[in-house]
Nanobody, 120 residues
Framework: QVQLVESGGGLVQAGGSLRLSCTSS????????MGWYRQAPGKQRELVAT???????YYADSVKGRFTISRDNAKKMVYLQMNSLKPEDTAVYYC??????????????WGQGTQVTVSS
């Protein structure tokens, strides 16, 4: 049974930092492209950042220079370091594995996510 469990969210002031973690089970983690996504109230879920199985990274324009995605294949975990947070980063953050070249084609059911709230 596949499980993706996100953690590390919280309430932080604008300009602050958080580090999100995603632990996986039931998948061959090392062969998957892993992405962080977020969904703000009333908005569609969007890709924030992704790290391919080869280690290449991609970031949404809105987070470039502020967020860093990384992975630990031995621990089957993916991380999102978020710095210089802004109120518009407020959302529920999720991780998932996605198809090559298609961030929107995810392979597994969404977990519960972790809430990030940035106050101004």
């Amino acid at each position: 049974q596949v499980q993706l469990v996100e953690s590390g969210g919280g309430l932080v002031q604008a300009g602050g930092s958080l580090r999100l973690s995603c632990t996986s089970s039931g998948i061959i983690f090392s062969i998957n492209n892993m992405g962080w996504y977020r969904q703000a109230p009333g908005k569609q879920r969007e890709l924030v950042a992704t790290v391919t199985r080869a280690g290449s990274t991609y970031y949404a324009d809105s987070v470039k220079g502020r967020f860093t995605i990384s992975r630990d294949n031995a621990k089957k975990m993916v991380y999102l370091q978020m710095n210089s947070l802004k109120p518009e980063d407020t959302a529920v953050y999720y991780c998932n594995a996605h198809r090559d070249g298609s961030y929107s084609f995810v392979f597994y059911s969404w977990g519960q996510g972790t809430q990030v709230t940035v106050s101004s």
